[in-house]
């Protein structure tokens, strides 16, 4: 558990550095972003897709992408100034790149449990 969340503040650090629009400060910050974010995808976000599976169906699941910047935008709000994200659409960005950088970190430090 604490090595997942390890790689997960580690792919918030890296995603915040490259995109201009999200912020993280100071660095350390993203530990607690992590534990939210985690929190917030276990707990808030299934609520929200079974309220939202109407649309996600008429869009083909593209709406999940909506979702997803969303609970980034939460995260922000409950977080406060030290992680900041600009817009909706640099929420998008940051919950792509998150995924992929999340699932590169994965791939080059695996679980020793697996």
């Given at each position: 558990?604490?090595?997942r969340?390890?790689?997960?503040?580690?792919?918030?650090?890296?995603?915040a550095?490259a995109?201009?629009?999200v912020?993280?400060?100071?660095?350390?910050?993203?530990?607690?972003?992590?534990?939210?974010?985690?929190?917030i995808?276990?707990?808030?976000?299934?609520?929200?897709?079974?309220?939202?599976?109407?649309?996600?169906?008429?869009?083909?699941?593209?709406?999940?992408f909506?979702?997803?910047?969303?609970?980034?935008?939460?995260?922000?709000?409950?977080?406060?100034?030290?992680?900041?994200?600009?817009?909706?659409?640099?929420?998008?960005?940051?919950?792509?790149?998150?995924?992929?950088?999340?699932?590169?970190?994965?791939?080059?430090?695996?679980?020793?449990k697996?």
């Open positions: 558990m604490i090595f969340l390890i790689v997960s503040a580690l792919a918030v650090l890296i995603t550095y995109l201009d629009g912020k993280v400060d100071p660095w350390w910050w993203a530990v607690i972003i992590a534990i939210v974010l985690g929190f995808n276990t707990f808030i976000k299934p609520i929200v897709k079974f309220f939202a599976l109407p649309i996600n169906i008429v869009t083909l699941g593209l709406f999940t909506v979702i997803n910047a969303l609970m980034v935008e939460l995260a922000a709000w409950v977080i406060g100034p030290s992680f900041q994200v600009d817009s909706f659409w640099w929420a998008m960005a940051f919950s792509i790149a998150l995924t992929i950088v999340g699932w590169l970190l994965n791939l080059i430090l695996p679980d020793k697996k």
